[in-house]
């Protein structure tokens, strides 16, 4: 079945992050992004959290799938895939769902 674009559709851009550092440093790169596109972004933030825990053990990546789930969203944005996962597996298979689903992922990449 093809997803097709409603207007309740929206993007998330989701933060994975262990330390606080990281975590401000991927809340600056989803404000600046909104704010390039004069978009507002859904917010998802998994806080003191390892990529390496499994997606389904994360609370926000939870919120997320449940979106995916519910058609609700179009979009994923992640500074980084890593902020995903570190694994490689859970990565394709995380992209995979995407790709299924017809989401579209945007990765920004590091910026110092």
């Known amino acids: 079945m ?8 929206q993007s998330v851009f989701y933060i994975c992050a262990n330390h606080e550092e ?10 600046k992004y909104a704010e390039h596109l004069a978009h507002s972004l859904n917010i998802i933030v998994d806080a003191k959290t390892s ?3 499994p997606l389904n053990k994360r609370t926000g990546m939870q919120k ?6 519910e058609r609700a969203i179009d979009t994923v944005i992640v500074d980084s895939l890593s902020r995903v996962s ?10 995979s ?3 299924q689903n017809n989401i579209k992922l945007i990765e920004l990449g590091r910026r110092e």
Do not use: C, P, W
Request: aromatic letters at 4%; proline letters at 0%.
């Open 22 to 31: 990281s975590l401000n440093s991927q809340k600056v790169a989803a404000e």
């Open 2 to 9: 093809k997803h097709t674009q409603g207007k309740n559709n």
């Open 51 to 53: 990529g390496m825990l």
């Open 64 to 69: 997320l799938f449940l979106l995916i789930e």
């Open 97 to 99: 769902l995407l790709k």
């Open 86 to 95: 570190r694994k490689g597996e859970q990565l394709i298979d995380f992209i």
